[in-house]
């Protein structure tokens, strides 16, 4: 269903994206942005599953402003290789490559955005930054996001936090809710970190499939045709 294209970014950077067509007249687009592993296997299969709901997904490689191809597993080795590569991003460029990918997306309509781990916090700041191409949005356990609360959402955007995440305090859930009036925030019970990601340990079926509806339903009320 996917496959490999290049994207140029503003600044003429060029890089890779997984892009998943739908059967059919796609209702819109989605961006789906990746862990902090790259766009993995995993990645790639969520973002055929939005083609398969009937979205043109595209899943921008970021890694590629640090070395082209960097993707991996969820073993403690690989953790720590994929932190030692989400350091060496610079968020303004990363959301050069985001924007470039939501352009690319506009082909089908308007453009929701999904992410996981490090991609729901790129997520929250994409729905602050990017608002005039960001139709809506939906974070999954973004640790990052309460360094940016001071900036303003301004595009629908849901956010789902894992009550066993032992890497995003509830206390930083709560603070999130409070700062951001209008932003519906999820906290799914005795679910830990990564619970969308069937290649984890943390992986809950039934909260992963709780938290996909909800998303799209949030699409299909602001990025449907």
């Known amino acids: 269903m996917g496959d490999w294209i290049r994207l140029t970014a503003s600044d003429g950077h060029e890089f890779d994206a997984w892009r998943a067509d739908p059967e059919g007249k796609p209702k819109g687009g989605v961006i789906v942005i990746q862990e902090i592993f790259g766009v993995n296997e ?40 994929a932190l030692e590569w989400r350091a060496a991003c610079d968020l303004d460029k990363v ?31 994409s729905c602050c930054r990017l608002s005039d191409k960001i139709a809506a949005g939906s974070g999954y356990y973004g640790g ?7 900036e303003k959402v301004g595009a629908p955007l849901i956010l789902h936090f894992g009550e066993n995440d032992g890497g995003i305090p509830l206390d930083d859930v709560e603070k999130i809710r409070k700062a951001t009036s209008g932003v519906e925030v999820f906290v799914y019970e005795n679910t830990g970190h990564g619970f969308n990601c069937d290649h984890r340990k943390d992986f809950h079926a039934e909260n992963a499939a709780l938290a996909l509806g909800r998303t799209l339903e949030l699409f299909s009320k602001h990025v449907d045709a």
Request: hydrophobic share 45%.
């Open 95 to 125: 959301m050069l490559d985001i924007e470039a990918a939501a352009d690319a997306a506009a082909e089908a309509g308007k453009v929701g955005i999904v992410g996981y781990c490090w991609g729901g916090t790129l997520v929250f700041v």
């Open 144 to 150: 990052q996001i309460v360094p940016h609360l001071d």
């Open 42 to 81: 995993h990645i790639r299969d969520v973002t055929n599953r939005y083609a398969a709901d009937g979205y043109l997904a595209i899943a921008p490689a970021i890694y590629d402003r640090v070395e082209p191809k960097l993707e991996c597993g969820y073993t403690p080795d690989e953790i720590a290789k």
